[in-house]
């Protein structure tokens, strides 16, 4: 009997070996490459990094004026009535130089309590609010000024100046500021003793309009108020990569 089992035994193995051999012949052949052996490293291309400033000094043609109204009253309706008509008078004085609606906004509004010397108690309601309007010629913008505090009612008024489109003037300073970079990159490659090359990149930092002078009026003037506008200054800076040849 022990004959029999072993021969079985023999047999049954080599079957289960075939059924092996099969399956693996029919399963789909996979091949696993080494990063190593087919990824490559892009070289490191040499380059000088520099930066370039420039500035565009120009006169104005815009100038920017915020007027506010405030008032104060017992009550909050009464404060927010009595701004309303003070609002109303100063918009139709300033509609009445010639500010088209599209140039006239509220910038801000206001409307709260006032409290005692104890900080408890309200004593009154105060209200607040603040008009901007755009004033396209900039030499008179001094009687208009006179105008909104004077008949206007305007009780502060802040003047800054600017350009009505900046882009012309920040293609002249972004130009030098690129020149300014050139020259940086070419004294350092003279030092460095190598050729420089072509221009790889080039950002723009900043471009942005500085108003060095702005001016402030409070309350009405008996002489006519002067308001200098001078120039303003448009800043650019640029970083630019220029290649090693």
Partial sequence: MQRLIAPLGIVLVGVIAAAVVVAASNRSQVIVASPSATATTPPIEQAILTSGDATVSTRPDLAIVQAGIDTQAPTASAAQSDLS?????????????????????????????????????VTSFRA????QLKWHNVDSV?????????????????VSFTLNDPKQAQAQARSLAIADAKAKAGAMA???????????????????????????????AAAPTQVPVGQIDVQVSVEVDFAIA
């Fill in 85 to 121: 008509a003070k609002a109303g008078k100063l918009i139709d004085r300033i509609k009445a130089l010639g500010v088209a609606d599209g140039d006239l906004n509220t910038t801000g509004y206001w409307i709260g309590p006032v409290y005692g010397p104890q900080g408890q108690a």
């Fill in 128 to 131: 607040t609010e603040q008009l």
């Fill in 142 to 158: 001094g009687r208009a000024l006179d105008a909104i505090v004077q008949e206007g009612g305007a009780t502060n008024v802040y």
């Fill in 190 to 220: 003279s030092a460095a003793g190598v050729r420089l090359g072509q221009v790889l990149q080039i950002s723009d930092l900043s471009s942005n309009t500085r108003v060095p002078y702005p001016y402030l009026a409070s309350g009405a």
